[in-house]
Nanobody, 126 residues
Framework: QVQLVESGGGLVQAGGSLRLSCVVSGRALSRYNVGWFRQAPGKEREFVAAFTWTSWPSIFTDYADSVKGRFTISRDNAKNTVYLQMNSLKPEDTAVYYC????????????????WGQGTQVTVSL
């Protein structure tokens, strides 16, 4: 199993940007599909974005409709790090953001992911 540590959260004004990072340790990142979820106060944890499958040279990603065109997931296997670039942030993006990983093919379902980080807080103010 892998360990995941998120960073990069913080307070930003609406319209601003943040980049979250997730460092994966214990196994090579290249062996895993990785995604981001978020949980706002009083709400269920929801899918944000993920690398769902890699079949070289094709890499498949998926995004929640609410973040398409604003958020971008990327990875640097050499650094064992996954990123979530968040642009045009809105107050409704405020949440704790979690990184998750699984060695198998994944979808938007939380149950597809075996390993989780502790989360990083993102707060977007008006």
């Amino acid at each position: 199993q892998v360990q995941l540590v998120e960073s990069g959260g913080g307070l930003v004004q609406a319209g601003g940007s943040l980049r979250l990072s997730c460092v994966v340790s214990g196994r090579a990142l290249s062996r895993y599909n990785v995604g981001w979820f978020r949980q706002a106060p009083g709400k269920e944890r929801e899918f944000v974005a993920a690398f769902t499958w890699t079949s070289w040279p094709s890499i498949f990603t998926d995004y929640a409709d609410s973040v398409k065109g604003r958020f971008t997931i990327s990875r640097d296997n050499a650094k064992n790090t996954v990123y979530l670039q968040m642009n045009s942030l809105k107050p409704e993006d405020t949440a704790v953001y979690y990184c998750a990983a699984d060695p198998g093919r994944v979808t938007m379902l939380r149950s597809d992911f075996a390993s989780w980080g502790q989360g990083t807080q993102v707060t977007v103010s008006l």
